[in-house]
């Protein structure tokens, strides 16, 4: 009786110790494989999480949430403690609910309402997600406003088509980009998405979901309110309504870490944008894109994933991408093993990026001038 008692007081602990039991000093950045979606999970020295976008809807939905689960279980997590869903599009809620049925997820962040009727994005904010934030935390992210992560510094710079209106300390100089801008063409919701800068120490990151060029432009110009980055995680996948010349050139990203898909992203222009942005050292893409080809994509030590059957040779051309819709040609399939790339940050503003496939690290050492490399 002792003994059981024992247990069942041991496992309650179990339940209720917070997962501020890690010993890292890093800031540990783990980019999901979830097919062209997205799925980033920070995790604080502290041991609290930060998990933006939830991957795919549909068939995805299992698939995504276990590989969001396989990074949370190599971060040691029991929970989740903040979930920033950064749009209403299919491939950053979609796996949300099924995470939800496997870990606990404590504060349910988003833009507000959906500006993009759609019946997949509406039945979910109409059923789905309202039972699972009822349990936890809602929070609508305000430009300007923090989101409170025990050792990390996380602020919302954009959400529901708004930006922050002032620049951050030591930035907001002129920014050169903006007198040769082009606008661009976006939908409704892209430009909703919320999106976060966040520092560790010299360390700076920022993740802007699919924010699109009008908004890159709103945000960088005329002066660069945000200043530099050291790594710039997502960009829209590297899809080209977004990725302007003002946003990632006038942020001067040592480092980009694309969200690609197979055929999702990695086009030329956002590649020609990407390799020539000044200071950049590496770009970083979670998969090989035909939309790339041999000619403009990077080798490949530095992408993560490939396909169930790679081909046996890379073309040299990039392809066009599908036509959108029902009737596009399905992507090459990739249900089988999914890598991550994991970026580990030190408070000194020195990080290593690490392609789980093939284990290849490289660490990048502080920049000089903390921000203003
Ligand atoms: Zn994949
Ligand atoms: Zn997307």
């Not at 920070?42 to 689960?69: C, F, K, Q, W, Y």
């Not at 994933?305 to 599908?322: G, H, Y």
Request: hydrophobic residues 35%; glycine residues 10%; charged residues 15%.
């Amino acid at each position: 009786m002792r003994a059981s008692i024992a247990l069942l007081f041991a496992l309650a602990l179990s339940v209720v110790v917070p997962a501020q039991t890690r010993t890292a000093k890093t800031l540990d950045v783990y980019v999901v494989d979830v097919e062209g979606g997205n799925a980033t999970l920070l995790v604080s020295p502290s041991g609290e999480s930060m998990l933006i976008d939830s991957g795919n809807t549909g068939a995805g939905a299992v698939r995504d949430a276990d590989r969001i689960m396989a990074a949370a279980k190599e971060a040691g997590l029991t929970q989740i403690d903040h979930l920033i869903t950064t749009h209403w599009h299919g491939d950053h809620f979609g796996g949300m609910a099924e995470l939800a049925a496997r870990l606990p997820i404590r504060n349910f962040i988003d833009h507000g309402p959906n500006v993009q009727p759609g019946a997949a994005a509406d039945e979910f904010l109409q059923k789905t997600y309202p039972p699972l934030y009822a349990k936890a935390k809602h929070t609508v992210a305000k430009p300007g406003s923090k989101i409170p992560v025990a050792g990390l510094d996380v602020l919302v710079v954009t959400s529901a088509g708004e930006t922050i209106k002032s620049p951050l300390p030591g930035a907001g100089g002129p920014n050169p980009y903006c007198a040769s801008f082009k606008p661009g063409e976006n939908n409704a919701e892209d430009p909703m998405s919320v999106g976060t800068y966040v520092t560790f120490g010299r360390f700076r990151t920022i993740h802007l979901g699919d924010l699109t060029k009008n908004k890159e432009f709103e945000l960088m110009c005329p002066n660069n309110r945000i200043g530099t980055v050291d790594v710039l995680l997502g960009l829209h996948h590297g899809v080209d309504t977004s990725n302007s010349e003002v946003l990632v050139h006038a942020l001067r990203p040592r480092v980009a870490i694309m969200n690609n898909g197979t055929r999702k992203g990695g086009q030329p222009d956002v590649m020609k944008t990407l390799h020539s942005s000044p200071g950049l050292e590496d770009l970083w893409q979670i998969h090989f894109s035909e939309l790339s080809g041999q000619e403009y994509t990077v080798p490949g030590m530095f992408i993560a994933n490939l396909l169930d059957e790679p081909s046996p040779a890379m073309p040299v051309a990039p392809i066009a991408p599908p036509p959108p819709g029902p009737n596009a040609p399905p992507a090459p399939r990739h249900n089988g093993t999914a890598y991550r790339i994991k970026v580990s940050a030190q408070a000194d503003g020195s990080f290593t990026v690490t392609n789980g496939r093939n284990g290849f690290s490289k660490t990048y050492k502080a920049s000089p001038r903390p921000g203003t490399h």
